[in-house]
């Protein structure tokens, strides 16, 4: 079974206080529902090694934007700093994105990207979608499907041409703007 990701982010045990906001927007560019999960106290810090980097994901103050594009095979998650500097966008692959009780989701395909502030971009957890294909969670549809999202994600990153990562901190003051 693929692991079903919210954008509120229910029953997370490192996350002892947060405010969940949402909206849905499509235009020219995106089409979708976009999450703000404000991040105000956490029990302990979560700090993460991609690739060669150690970075802090989550901390009092943080704040994560998530997109969920209809109809898309990826979803992306823009990570902020308590100054309200990017972190990291971390792109996850997915098999299908959808709402249950007005809160969007996503069914996670293993295979992740990251993008770093720098240029720098990681693929993560390889091992884990061929681990998924072995034990039968997925099948060799949803395992081609995987890679070729990533690629053609990976590719747009180096062009430039990853919208996402472009429109993260206009479409963070959108979802602010909505509900100050």
Same mark, same amino acid.
């Given at each position: 079974m693929l692991k079903r990701k919210y954008g509120n982010r229910p029953n997370w045990? @490192?996350?002892?206080k947060s405010d969940y906001r949402q909206i849905y927007h499509?235009?020219? !560019?995106?089409?979708?529902?976009?999450t703000l999960l404000n991040i105000n106290e956490v029990r302990e810090p979560l700090i993460v090694k991609n690739g060669r980097?150690? +970075?802090?994901? +989550?901390n009092n103050g943080y704040s994560w934007l998530q997109h969920f594009p209809?109809? $898309?095979?990826?979803? +992306?998650?823009? $990570?902020f700093d308590d100054k309200g500097e990017i972190v990291q966008w971390y792109i996850d692959i997915c098999n299908e994105i959808g709402i249950e009780d007005n809160i969007p989701w996503m069914d996670d395909l293993y295979l992740d990207i990251v993008v770093f502030p720098t240029g720098e971009v990681?693929?993560?957890?390889? !091992?884990?979608?061929?681990?998924?294909?072995? @034990?039968?969670?997925?099948?060799q549809v949803m395992y081609d499907l995987a890679w070729k999202e990533t @690629?053609?994600?990976?590719?747009?990153?180096h062009l430039g041409k990853f919208n996402l990562i472009n429109l993260a901190r206009v479409h963070e003051g $959108?979802?602010?703007?909505?509900?100050?």
């Open positions: 045990q @490192r996350v002892l499509s235009d020219k !560019d995106f089409k979708g529902y976009i980097n150690e +970075v802090c994901i +989550v209809i109809g $898309m095979k990826h979803s +992306v998650t823009t $990570m990681v693929l993560l957890d390889e !091992d884990e979608l061929d681990e998924a294909l072995q @034990r039968g969670i997925i099948n @690629r053609v994600i990976t590719d747009l990153i $959108m979802v602010k703007v909505k509900f100050n």
